[in-house]
Antibody, heavy 117, light 110 residues
Framework: QLQESGPGLVKSSETLSLTCTVSRGSISRRDFYWAWIRQPPGKGLEWIGSIYESGFAYYNLSFKGRVTISVDKSKNQFSLRLNSVTAADMAVYYC????????????WGQGTLVTVS | QSVLTQPPSASGTPGERVTISCSGGNSNIERNDVSWYQQFPGTAPKLLIYRNNQRPSGVPDRISGSKSGTAASLAVSGLRSEDEAHYYCATWDDSLSGWVFGGGTELTVL
């Protein structure tokens, strides 16, 4: 239902851009939020940020303003931009959905590995 | 260092019952629902438990979750080799205004 896409290789100091396409159901539904989560190789999960269909987004403060999440209702997609990447940003990036008002993520996309050179 | 603390590893023999703990605080677990995820190598996490103790359809009833105060736990009964995976807890943290995950527990079936 969710599929990440974007470059698998990003140069250090440049911007990482990924898109998540929602293939079943509408991203415009008000009863869901949409999220980006990442996992560095061999490590645990880290929430990056989330967005509602209205475009209201909120982010993990540890990213210090480097993150922007946006939604494109016409394409049933939401996107992630992470600026000024370093080697520490190398990870598998997942998109996921959650029910508004609750604290779980389901389903998840299959994930996409982003390497920083 | 994760906001939620999980043991890095757990193990059991087939048929045993194993529990995995997730310790937090009064800004996260105590105030908000906990979810649990199962992850096999090379695959995306899958929701295993939501709202502390609810199972999505398809998750067997030998899997259960509970929460008390600032801690949550996941129990796997009748352990099977197919349960070998990493398990993560997660919840919302009111102080951080964001989701937090545990560091993950690798479950081994001996």
């Amino acid at each position: 239902q969710l599929q990440e896409s974007g470059p698998g290789l990003v140069k250090s100091s440049e911007t990482l851009s990924l898109t998540c396409t929602v293939s079943r159901g509408s991203i415009s539904r008000r009863d869901f939020y949409w999220a980006w989560i990442r996992q560095p190789p061999g490590k645990g999960l880290e929430w990056i940020g989330s967005i509602y269909e209205s475009g209201f987004a909120y982010y993990n403060l540890s990213f210090k303003g480097r993150v922007t999440i946006s939604v494109d209702k016409s394409k049933n997609q939401f996107s992630l931009r992470l600026n000024s990447v370093t080697a520490a940003d190398m990870a598998v990036y997942y998109c996921a959905r959650g029910p508004r008002g609750h604290y779980e993520f389901d389903p998840w996309g299959q994930g996409t590995l982003v390497t920083v050179s | 260092q994760s906001v939620l603390t999980q043991p890095p590893s757990a193990s059991g023999t087939p048929g045993e019952r194993v529990t995995i703990s997730c310790s937090g605080g009064n800004s996260n677990i105590e105030r908000n629902d906990v979810s649990w995820y199962q992850q096999f190598p090379g695959t995306a996490p899958k929701l295993l438990i939501y709202r502390n103790n609810q199972r999505p359809s398809g998750v067997p009833d030998r899997i259960s979750g509970s929460k008390s105060g600032t801690a949550a736990s996941l129990a796997v009964s009748g352990l099977r080799s197919e349960d070998e995976a990493h398990y993560y807890c997660a919840t919302w943290d009111d102080s951080l205004s964001g989701w937090v995950f545990g560091g993950g527990t690798e479950l081994t079936v001996l």
